[in-house]
């Protein structure tokens, strides 16, 4: 399983099951793992086989 290509640090996510944790940022990302700092949470290690995420802003290009 590969993940998806919008997840790359930088990039703005939200984990629906655990609304109350906020906006997170994509801090790395290795294969199907992902750290994710998230606003109410803190930073945290998720694997995508076992959470599903959602975009909120895409990373910024760099310049």
Do not use: C, Y
Request: hydrophobic letters at 40%; charged letters at 25%.
């Amino acid at each position: 399983m590969t993940a998806d290509p919008r997840l790359v640090p930088g990039a703005f996510v939200r984990n629906p099951a655990h609304p109350d944790w906020g906006i997170g940022q994509i801090q790395s990302a290795v294969g199907v793992r992902l750290t994710v700092n998230f606003e109410e949470r803190g930073k945290l290690t998720l694997d995508l086989r076992h959470v599903r995420l959602e975009l909120v802003a895409p990373a910024r290009p760099p310049r």
